[in-house]
Structure formats: structure tokens, C-alpha cells
T-cell receptor, first 110, second 119 residues
Framework: RKEVEQDPGPFNVPEGATVAFNCTYS??????FFWYRQDCRKEPKLLMS???SGNEDGRFTAQLNRASQYISLLIRDSKLSDSATYLC???????????FGRGTSLIVHP | GAGVSQSPSNKVTEKGKDVELRCDPI?????LYWYRQSLGQGLEFLIY????????KSGLPSDRFSAERTGGSVSTLTIQRTQQEDSAVYLC?????????????????FGPGTRLTVT
């Protein structure tokens, strides 16, 4: 089983839709969690950290479920500009080396 | 403020030649990472620096790959005797110190990458 797994998609949604992605991780010692977005042929950019209590940033909400070992990203009111690949990143406790998922592709269409 | 910069942005080289890729991290960031990403693939971890030392070189694919970091700032990744399978985008990222002022905050800020093509 891969350490971090994501559904590659693509998720094809209309503008204004709500879409959610999950990311599962296998190492129960994982401590830090992040979502990044990567546009085509660009570098990854930090989208948000994922806190134990869940956190929200505008239209984006991130949740952590330690019992089931997954994190989620919810995007409300999707915009065309949200089209990108969303990468899940996990750090094991005590390790500075992150593990990146392969990413979930989102396509928002008019 | 200035982000992470990398040079060159593109490099085309002949098989067997050596190449040197440069990364300028964000000022004050203590941790620096190198990754590579092949077309349509995920990020492959290469090496991590904390200050000038590299506690983890486990991702370097072969002894043709080496990296150094000087002055706790600029890093260079050197690939000797390049092969066609080395063709990829090489990404550098830096992280600020943790809240205690040591280690890393784990948040990574990426440079635009160097696209390496070995012909």
C-alpha cells in the first residue's frame, strides 16, 4: 500500500459546484498534513495546512480524520480558476521529509 | 517578498555531459529540498538540507547525483554523465524554521523549477 494515496480523477465539475477530495495515508505516526495545488507545467503552491480541528479558508475547507487516516479538501462554489491538480502531503512525526500524493486532477467547466 | 528562484529555467544537454542546477531559497529559510518530477508523474524526493548539512540523501537516484549547500543559502544539484532518463523538471523548495526557531515548519515554498532535457 502506498504511503499516501489519492484518486487521480479527473473530477469534472461545473462552475458553482461543490467538490471534495480525499487522501488516505498509511502511517499512523503521521503528524503534519497539507494540501498543495499544482497548475499545469507549474510548481506546487501551498494551499493550506490541515489541522486536527479542521480549518477553513474562504471557499476551501480541510479536515483530518485520524481514526480512518485520511484528510479531505472541500471546495465550494467552484471557479474556473480552481482547475488544477491538488496534492496531498503528509509528514511523519519527527521526519522533515514530506510524502507527496500523486495528486487529484480537478477540471471546472463553464 | 522574493520567492525561491532556480536557474537555469531550461537546460538542454547531451548525454554524458555534467549539469549544475542552482537554487536560491527564500531568505531566512533553513530547510531546503530538491525534488524531480517527470511528465505526468508525482514528485520524487531527492535530498533535504537543514542549514548546510544534508541529513537525508536517501532519494538521490545514483552516485551521479550530488548536491551541496553553502552559507545556509544557495544550493546546487549536480548531475554527472547525464542520461536520458534524467530528463525531468527539477524542483527546489525551502521551508522556514519551526515555531521554536529550529527544525522546519514543514510548509514548503517551491521555485519554478529547471526543465532538464538530455538528448
Amino acid at each position: 500500500r502506498k504511503e499516501v494515496e489519492q484518486d487521480p480523477g479527473p473530477f469534472n465539475v461545473p462552475e458553482g459546484a461543490t467538490v471534495a477530495f480525499n487522501c488516505t495515508y498509511s502511517n499512523s505516526a503521521s503528524q503534519s498534513f497539507f494540501w498543495y495545488r499544482q497548475d499545469c507545467r507549474k510548481e506546487p503552491k501551498l494551499l493550506m495546512s490541515v489541522y486536527s480541528s479542521g480549518n477553513e479558508d474562504g471557499r476551501f475547507t480541510a479536515q483530518l480524520n485520524r481514526a480512518s487516516q485520511y484528510i479531505s479538501l472541500l471546495i465550494r462554489d467552484s471557479k474556473l480558476s480552481d482547475s488544477a491538480t491538488y496534492l496531498c502531503v503528509v509528514n511523519r512525526g519527527g521526519s522533515y521529509i514530506p510524502t507527496f500524493g500523486r495528486g487529484t486532477s480537478l477540471i471546472v467547466h463553464p | 517578498g522574493a520567492g525561491v528562484s532556480q536557474s537555469p529555467s531550461n537546460k538542454v544537454t547531451e548525454k554524458g555531459k555534467d549539469v549544475e542546477l542552482r537554487c536560491d531559497p527564500i531568505s531566512g529559510h533553513t530547510a531546503l529540498y530538491w525534488y524531480r518530477q517527470s511528465l505526468g508523474q508525482g514528485l520524487e524526493f531527492l535530498i533535504y538540507f537543514q542549514g548546510n548539512s544534508a541529513p537525508d540523501k536517501s532519494g538521490l537516484p545514483s552516485d551521479r547525483f550530488s548536491a551541496e549547500r553553502t552559507g545556509g543559502s544557495v544550493s546546487t544539484l549536480t548531475i554527472q554523465r547525464t542520461q536520458q532518463e534524467d530528463s525531468a523538471v527539477y524542483l527546489c523548495a525551502s521551508s522556514p524554521p519551526g515555531t521554536s526557531g529550529i527544525g522546519s515548519s514543514y510548509e514548503q515554498y517551491f521555485g519554478p523549477g529547471t526543465r532538464l532535457t538530455v538528448t
